[in-house]
């Protein structure tokens, strides 16, 4: 079993950065493709990127490109999303996910295991 713990949320203004981080347990991480997601209360879940277990590949959402970049450390069983230049329509609980396999995986419905999630608020 595959525990995922997000941190790095927060509130910030618009035009700022964050990063987010998403610490595993209790599995291979080094054999999962890692996601993050975002849901705004009464939205579906969206996806925002995704990268391959060897980090050689990464896929983003066109909402968030140039602007966002997932990464991985596979010896810290760690993946990150550096946020830049936010706005306002970032603002959302962000989620990270793990699954085995090596693809562009999109969908939430892909993904075995999931974090709590951490809140992003950006302000205008």
């Known amino acids: 079993q595959v525990q995922l713990v997000e941190s790095g949320g927060g509130l910030v203004q618009a035009g700022g950065s964050l990063r987010l981080s998403c610490a595993a347990s209790?599995?291979?991480?080094?054999?999962?493709?890692m996601g993050w997601f975002r849901q705004v209360s009464g939205k579906e879940r969206e996806f925002v990127a995704v990268?391959?277990?060897?980090?050689?590949?990464?896929y983003y959402a066109d909402s968030v490109k140039g602007r966002f970049t997932i990464s991985r450390d596979n010896a810290k069983n760690t993946v990150y999303l550096q946020m830049n230049n936010l706005k306002p329509e970032d603002t959302a609980v962000y989620y990270c996910?793990?699954?085995?396999?090596?693809?562009?995986?999109?969908?939430?419905?892909?993904?075995?295991?999931w974090g709590q999630g951490t809140q992003v608020t950006v302000s205008s």
């Open positions: 996910a793990a699954r085995g396999g090596s693809s562009w995986y999109r969908n939430p419905s892909d993904f075995a295991y």
């Open positions: 209790g599995g291979t991480f080094s054999s999962y493709t």
């Open positions: 990268i391959t277990w060897s980090g050689r590949s990464t």
